[in-house]
């Protein structure tokens, strides 16, 4: 039981290009979600999708899209990375509680 | 919408002596209280949660109030050790709805030995 799996961990993009974040849950949990952290701060929501088939901004969607492409699977993608989007990822799926992945540290440069 | 606010932002403490994180949220139908622990570079992970059907609840070393009345809850932690030492984030919902948690903006810890 692996809970929730982000890949990759680590990456570093140059500014314009593009990228796609994977989250996978075996839970079988309806929602998903992907909120960012910048140093020092707290968790940013970026996406959210209820259940398989939808999907809803959060407080920060510029300059990401997100599919939900199965109810296991929700990617995160970055068409135009810019250094405003350096930060930590996190996805997370939730029944009664939120379980988080291990996170995916991104630098554009 | 739900707001929930988090003090202090910063917290030291010697190790031994008791620690205490404050939220205030604002949807008065908000009855869900979790609570996160996210390690230096981990991931967030709940440790303590509360409904409002209940004032407080105790996990060893950890307890949580909740005011309904006043809107606010608390984390309590005694003997602290420099294991506590992390960011703690409060989070209110409305759970039997299935809502998103709202997130307090979090509160770093640290334990001086």
């Known amino acids: 039981n692996a809970g929730v799996t982000q890949t990759p961990k680590f990456q570093v993009l140059k500014t314009g290009q593009s990228m796609t974040l994977q989250c996978a849950q075996d839970m079988n949990h309806n929602s998903m979600y992907w909120y960012r952290q910048d140093p020092g701060m707290g968790l940013r929501l970026i996406y959210y999708?209820?259940?398989?088939?939808?999907?809803d901004k959060g407080e920060v969607p510029n300059g990401y899209n997100v599919s939900r492409l199965n109810k296991r699977e929700f990617s995160l993608r970055l068409e135009s990375a810019a250094p405003s989007q350096t930060s930590v990822y996190f996805c997370?799926?939730?029944?009664?509680?939120?379980?988080f992945g291990s996170g995916t540290r991104l630098t554009v440069v | 919408g739900e707001n929930v606010e988090q003090h202090p932002s910063t917290l030291s403490v010697q190790e031994g002596d008791s620690a205490v994180i404050k939220c205030t949220y604002s949807?008065?139908?908000?009855?869900?209280f979790p609570w996160y622990k996210q390690e230096l570079g981990k991931r967030p992970q709940l440790i303590i949660d509360i409904r409002s059907n209940v004032g407080e609840k105790k996990d060893q070393r950890i307890a949580v109030t909740l005011n309904k009345t006043a809107k606010h809850f608390s984390l309590h932690i005694t003997e602290t050790q420099p294991e506590d030492s992390a960011v703690y984030f409060c989070?209110?919902?409305?759970?039997?709805?299935?809502?998103?948690?709202?997130f307090g903006p979090g509160t770093r810890l640290s334990v001086l030995p």
């Open positions: 999708s209820a259940s398989e088939g939808t999907t």
């Open positions: 989070a209110a919902s409305i759970a039997d709805r299935g809502q998103n948690f709202v």
């Open positions: 997370a799926s939730k029944i009664k509680d939120y379980t």
């Open positions: 949807d008065s139908a908000s009855n869900y």
